[in-house]
């Protein structure tokens, strides 16, 4: 008989969870709330937000960082029944986006049924069988839990109706902050595994050009509110700092158009002794101030592109 105890068993370590990166859009109906949900996510402001539709004309990318994941979150214009070029072109871009993602989060508002718009919508995820849908029910903080608990279960049986099952089925509020946390949790498990693929830090690829414009173009909308919110376009002609300017002292030097359709909107959109204009300046270049870091000189005019949304022409030189 051994006198030798037995020896201990070596100590296995868990092997730590694979980095995951990848992408994931929000869609839904123009207005249910995707932009305000990706800044969220994100934790500052990457995509303009309004109370009027279609407000997003572009994909806007914001990355999330985290130690066990990069998620790269696409907002995308609101899906619609286009009545021009313009909106033809957006439902392009919303319709490219989803073929290249690697989750779908639907976005559907808490207060408000389930309408036709994101039946139509729902029918389209239900064609792309192999990426996982997420619905994601917003603006939580506008109802009671009773009314919450039928959205759950109107979303939970649209998905069964057409045949398919969501991955997940998550109410958050974004402006509230709640369980926005918890949606980039279950976002990150079905993005597959893989490095970052921006650098850390980098909260956005939009170009910052791009972004002033529609900063510009967020503070033109407050304005206007139902007048013209479709007809309003900006692009940033010159952007660059002053030159002879004191080292310490910088001024970034931006000048921008305003375009609107008609020169009857000219009036709309400037104001009473130019005081809308001013306005829009003033708000416009606190927000860009913040965005870059550094003091602005803002010039704006307003020019007519007669009926651009409707003009390919047009369209390509506003950059649609």
């Not at 869609?27 to 800044?39: I, Q």
């Not at 790269?72 to 029944?81: E, S, Y």
């Not at 439902?91 to 073929?99: F, K, L, S």
């Not at 918890?182 to 170009?207: C, N, Q, S």
């Amino acid at each position: 008989m051994s006198d030798r105890s037995p020896s201990p068993r070596p100590v296995t370590q868990a092997e730590p969870a694979p980095h995951r990166s990848g992408f994931a859009c929000f869609v839904g109906r123009p207005n249910a709330g995707k932009s305000t949900l990706t800044n969220a996510l994100v934790g500052t402001k990457v995509a303009i937000t309004s109370n009027r539709p279609q407000t997003t004309r572009h994909t806007v990318r914001g990355i999330v960082h985290r130690p066990d994941a990069q998620l790269v979150l696409v907002d995308t214009p609101g899906l619609h029944k286009p009545r021009t070029l313009l909106g033809e072109r957006l439902n392009d871009v919303v319709r490219t986006t989803w073929a290249e993602v690697d989750v779908i989060g639907f976005c559907l508002p808490a207060d408000q049924r389930i309408g036709p718009g994101d039946r139509y919508i729902a029918k389209e995820l239900a064609a792309m069988k192999r990426t996982p849908k997420v619905a994601v029910v917003t603006k939580t903080d506008l109802v009671d839990s009773r009314a919450l608990a039928e959205q759950l279960v109107s979303v939970d049986r649209l998905g069964r109706e057409l045949g398919f099952e969501w991955a997940e089925i998550v109410p958050v509020s974004a402006t509230a902050g709640d369980q926005v946390g918890l949606l980039a949790d279950l976002l990150v498990p079905l993005l597959p595994e893989g490095p970052p693929l921006y650098p850390d830090g980098d909260l956005t690829d939009e170009p910052e050009q791009v972004m002033v414009a529609e900063l510009i173009r967020e503070a033109a909308l407050e304005g206007v509110r139902d007048e013209l919110p479709h007809s309003i376009a900006v692009v940033v002609e010159e952007m660059g700092p002053r030159e002879g300017r004191p080292e310490g002292r910088p001024l970034l030097d931006i000048h921008a158009n305003v375009f609107i359709e008609r020169p009857s909107q000219k009036g709309i959109v400037i104001g009473p002794k130019g005081s809308r204009l001013k306005e829009v300046g003033t708000k416009s270049r606190k927000q860009i101030e913040a965005l870059l870091g550094t003091p602005v000189y803002l010039d704006l005019h307003v020019k007519v592109a007669k009926d651009w949304q409707r003009d390919p022409k047009q369209l390509r030189r506003l950059g649609f």
